[in-house]
């Protein structure tokens, strides 16, 4: 149950409070506010020692933590149009030559908060079309007569795993050549979503936070990712 949930019920509970007797009503009262600033100071106690442990995490493996998480430049990728927003504990180094962060990104989803973990990855120089890839799912062929996904004819295996959506569909389809389709074709099947745009590409794991214990391996993870798709562009005014 996430904080917002929490402070909900409570605020229905301090409407339920009006009927009590006015003694009954202040301890309640009391009670409740003590409670509320209990949860209050928990989550921020949580969210210290998370930073603590990914600060400790990413030294091991040569990065760093970024004080200020929204100086650093990511484009306006698809995931920050999420209501609510928020990039939380970032770390920032270098994987396979390429500029990288790793950060914790929140967004509201109806009623609660959903927290998944990032890996962003520039290569300075390249104007990658703005695109997002994921695994394809049953709701995805429902739903493809309606989205229009890109499609590659002369690849039918990379489109029947993946949907990709791209902002222009022709530049997209130039920017995926057949050694990046190739790519993405060997993979194992896998859960990935992959944002592109400018010089950064995104990869994370939908609602999916990782463990401070398991940060070289998701470096590893989505760093392979990132060498597959921008180990194959050069730098080029192509796309603007």
Known sequence: MTLRVKL???TGYILSLTAMPKRDALYAYVGLFLLVGLI???GSYLNRRRRRALTEAGMAIGFTLVEDPGSYPIPE???FQNRGAEIGTMLSGTVAGFEAAVFDFSY????????QTAAAFRKPGTNIPLFTLHPRHLLDRVSEAFTHPVKFPSSPAFSERYVLKGADNLQTTQFFTPAILSFFEGMPPNEW??????D???VYRQTRRIAPSALRQFVDDTGVIATGLLGQVAPTSLFR
């Open 8 to 10: 909900r019920r409570m």
């Open 40 to 42: 209050v100071a928990l």
């Open 193 to 198: 979503t992959v944002e592109g745009y400018a």
């Open 200 to 202: 950064t590409v995104v």
């Open 108 to 115: 509201a989803e109806g009623r609660n908060r959903v927290t």
């Open 77 to 79: 990728m698809p995931f």
